[in-house]
């Protein structure tokens, strides 16, 4: 989802740092309409590699936001799992960033983020020779990766490995968007328009965001709504049903924004996914050592903190049990 029409592209990374032997590459696949960007951490020889997918809003292959979150947790998320001789390709989502000239960033929908998906494993497969790539979404892009597994008519699937679910929603985005609202006590005041632009976007009827109270336009903003009624309609439950690769849910248990609720119901789904619930884990996969919300927040705002070390190794011990997928080709 996106709130701001355009963000400024950012400054190609052309190399840096070597991590676990690994140096950073920029890489390219096809955009709609001009290139998709993004970050290679090469894997081991004969390594896996998983394509980061991020989450919503304007969140750049860092796993940074222009609207407070700082966290940086798909690029320590890369490092850690580069440290393990596993590969990642982290990505400035089209429209976004160096991404910006791809396409029209809110005149999207899950499809054509999945579409783009697609781009990217053909891309990655073609660079690095790896047989097949794994998904890795977070959060919203746990959707995205859903959409892209879907089997169909000229679905490439031998090109995934698997999914892996970071922190993603299981229920429908309006239940999750309820909930939510619900649960904080300051929005009381904001509550019904909330609860009753949900109720208008569900039906496919557009909300004049203009008569909202100002903590719910940017949610609401003209040019996101038609993102939203694509994104209500969808079921993750569902999809996660007809997935048929090697998954893994991966859900924190100090998340504040999507809750354990949300992976029993993945799980439930498809009962033949690995679940690693963790109960210190945060939203942007931080450790977090109380239940204290101002705690919680303030690691969104730290790269300092080192991403949690029970993600990496929930992650690279399922895809290392999976050995027959990463053969080269």
């Not at 000229?154 to 968007?177: A, E, H, K, W």
Request: one cysteine or more.
């Amino acid at each position: 989802m996106v709130v701001s029409t355009m963000i400024a592209p950012a400054m190609a990374l052309l190399a840096l740092a070597g991590v676990g032997g690994a140096v950073a590459e920029e890489i390219e696949a096809p955009g709609p309409q001009g290139a998709l960007h993004g970050t290679l951490l090469p894997p081991a020889k004969g390594g896996p590699v998983l394509l980061i997918i991020p989450g919503s809003g304007p969140t750049n292959r860092d796993g940074d936001n222009p609207l407070g979150v700082r966290a940086a947790s798909y690029r320590l998320l890369a490092e850690g799992l580069a440290a393990r001789g596993i590969g990642s390709v982290r990505i400035d989502k089209r429209g976004m960033f160096a991404s910006a000239a791809a396409a029209d960033p809110n005149a999207v929908t899950l499809a054509a983020y999945a579409d783009d998906v697609r781009s990217w494993v053909a891309s990655i497969r073609a660079r690095t020779g790896a047989a097949c790539v794994w998904l890795a979404g977070h959060s919203e892009g746990g959707l995205v990766a859903l959409a892209a597994a879907q089997p169909g008519e000229g679905q490439d699937m031998d090109g995934l490995c698997g999914v892996i679910l970071l922190s993603t929603p299981g229920r429908p985005l309006g239940v999750v968007m309820r909930e939510q609202f619900k649960a904080n006590p300051a929005n009381a005041p904001i509550l019904d328009q909330a609860l009753g632009a949900l109720d208008r976007l569900e039906q496919r009827e557009s909300v004049d965001a203009s008569a909202l109270h100002p903590a719910l336009q940017p949610l609401f903003a003209p040019q996101v709504q038609p993102y939203l009624m694509d994104m209500l309609v969808h079921d993750p439950a569902a999809q996660a049903a007809r997935v048929a690769l090697p998954m893994l849910i991966v859900q924190g248990g100090r998340d504040l924004q999507v809750t354990p609720a949300d992976a029993e119901a993945l799980h439930g789904a498809q009962p033949g996914a690995r679940l690693a619930i963790l109960p210190a884990v945060n939203h942007v996969l931080k450790t977090v050592p109380s239940d204290d919300p101002a705690a919680n927040m303030a690691t969104y705002a730290d790269p300092a903190l080192p991403i949690a070390p029970d993600v990496v190794a929930a992650i690279a011990d399922f895809v290392s049990s999976h050995p027959h997928r990463k053969e080269q080709r």
